[in-house]
């Protein structure tokens, strides 16, 4: 979901995956109207006087529309493949409108907001730059900056520090102001903590060089949201890249093999219970 180098696609490849996107967009465009027309939506946000003022501003319909002619007319391509884009896409068709938490923002973005295009999806990114230049074309998006305080390459050290140190624990499972637990997001805004996220994707930040941060923070906090929700049902939580031995190692550590309910080609989904239905372990 990062800035990514498309030399190695081939044409043939980015029109088929386009192609496919503007019908994946087109169903969530014939859900959208649906829905409009229903008294009966099926809502997994129910505390609906939260949701911010742009929600409310923001066209639902022209958002997918805009969608639909943005990867009509673009070679730039998402990273994700249609067969992983999809098992996401299955979810959100009976989710939405919810709350939709995305850890990177990039060209997939727009496909994203608009599979969710009456719920609350916000976009956490790593690069202030990346953020500046992917909402000069798409401002209706809703991102905010993330300081990371690991590097990739702490990733086996940060497995011992989670043993170690005692607000790490699966028993405490906070993230806001968890100073001491080099894992936590503790500095993420209150919408972050406020609300609870009934899908959380995780494709980010970069994670392929040593001084990367890594998606060890992004994981284990994804982890803790999930163990802390208190509505019904499980928080969806899709890992991209999973064959890079970092991203394994930790979902198994946090989100665990037991939760994981599919994966096709680098992408796994779980579906994580909460924290009062499985005890005092991540696993």
């Known amino acids: 979901m990062q800035k990514q180098n498309h030399s190695h696609f081939k044409p043939e490849r980015s029109w088929c995956l386009a192609i496919s996107l503007v019908g994946l967009l087109g169903s969530a465009l014939f859900i959208s109207v649906f829905l409009k027309t229903s008294n009966n939506w099926i809502s997994c946000n129910n ?18 529309l805009d969608a639909i ?3 009509a007319t673009s070679r730039v391509i998402p990273q994700q493949n249609i067969n992983e884009i999809r098992i996401s896409f299955d979810v959100l068709k009976n989710r939405t409108p919810c709350n939709f938490l995305v850890f990177g923002l990039g060209h997939d973005s727009q496909m994203w907001a608009s599979f969710n295009s009456r ?3 916000l976009f956490l990114e790593e690069d202030p730059k990346w953020v500046e230049t992917i909402l000069k074309d798409a401002p ?9 305080r690991t590097m990739l390459s702490e990733a086996d050290e940060l497995v011992e ?8 624990s699966a028993k405490k499972s ?15 805004s209150d919408e972050v903590y406020n609300k609870e996220w009934d899908l959380i994707m995780i494709d980010a930040p970069r994670g392929y060089f040593a ?6 923070a992004a994981i284990y906090s994804a982890a803790v949201m999930a163990r802390n929700r208190k509505g019904k049902g499980v928080t969806h939580v899709f890992l991209h890249d999973v064959e890079r031995k970092v991203e394994k190692i930790y979902a198994e550590l946090f989100l665990c093999r037991k939760y994981l309910v599919k994966g096709v080609g680098r992408l796994w989904h779980f579906e994580i219970p909460s924290a009062s239905n499985v005890g005092d372990s991540f696993c």
Do not use: S, W
């Open 211 to 216: 001084q990367a941060p890594g998606r060890m």
């Open 47 to 64: 505390n609906k006087a939260q949701e911010e003022k742009f929600l409310v501003d923001l066209n639902p319909q022209q958002l997918l």
């Open 174 to 188: 906070f993230i806001r102001g968890n100073h001491g637990c080099k894992l936590a997001l503790d500095m993420l």
């Open 140 to 148: 209706f998006l809703h991102a905010e900056t993330v300081k990371y």
């Open 161 to 168: 520090h989670y043993h170690k140190e005692a607000d790490c």
């Open 69 to 71: 002619l943005h990867y």
């Open 119 to 121: 719920g609350n999806t």
